[in-house]
């Protein structure tokens, strides 16, 4: 294996949400020994940079589930965030004040929204309505996003900046938006704490929740 695509909260964190410090030294090692780490998270472009170069990783990352893409040297928008704005206008006429837009004044491509409704209800919704955007549940807020959005169309083409074969890639993740990540991925890991559908697509399922997880996926795989 040749690259390492992860998700940040659940996954490298712990129940607390903070980063698990064990995580931090083996992603480390794993750049250290060859191994490049992605980070694909659903979390602004500011926050993923700034953990990006505080991990140490190679650089490639993409933030808002894929919205944005750094290759390294440029910031690339994957996502518009007009088509996220014409799925919320939809959804609102279906589920009118269950609609409750979280502020976040720094996502570029998405809208994010309280969990108080039905996903596949509403994604359902916006197929039937032919609307372009589609939402995805990262376990904390829904997220808005272009039809063109997922972490697999990010890992893919991280993968192709860096000149990495897609199957020479392993993702871990703990929430129903990594799952197109795991699909894509030449091995798929869910760590326990993940809901059922996420390790159904999964090649291997932790024992361990969190960053106990990854640590426990990692010693499996890699030997330092």
């Known amino acids: 294996m040749k690259a390492l695509a992860l998700d940040i909260d659940g996954t490298i964190t712990n129940q607390k949400g903070m980063l698990d410090l064990k995580a931090i030294e083996i992603i480390r090692k794993l750049e250290e ?21 505080y991990l140490g990783t190679c650089g490639l990352a993409a933030a808002e589930n894929g919205g944005i893409i750094w290759d390294g040297k440029k910031k690339i928008l994957l996502g518009v965030k007009e088509k996220a704005e014409e799925g919320l206008k939809a959804l ?27 996903l596949n209800e509403a994604n359902e919704f916006l197929i039937k309505n032919k609307v372009q955007a589609h939402m995805l549940d990262s376990g904390i807020v829904y997220h ?44 798929g890991i869910a760590v326990a704490n993940a809901p059922k559908a996420l390790k159904d697509e999964a090649d291997y399922i932790c024992r361990k929740e969190y960053a106990e997880g990854f640590k426990e996926a990692i010693s499996l795989i890699f030997k330092f």
């Open 92 to 118: 609102t006429t279906k589920f009118r004040e269950k609609i409750i837009v979280v502020n976040s004044p720094y996502r570029e491509t998405d809208i994010l929204v309280k969990r108080t409704f039905d």
């Open 144 to 187: 808005i996003v272009d039809n063109s959005v997922d972490k697999g169309k990010a890992l893919r083409k991280l993968a192709d900046v860096a000149g990495i074969n897609i199957k020479d890639t392993i993702a871990i993740g703990d929430n129903l938006n990594d799952i197109e990540m795991l699909k894509e991925a030449g091995f």
């Open 33 to 53: 020994s060859g191994i490049l780490v992605f980070l694909i998270t659903g979390r602004n472009f500011c926050v993923t940079s700034a953990i990006t170069k």
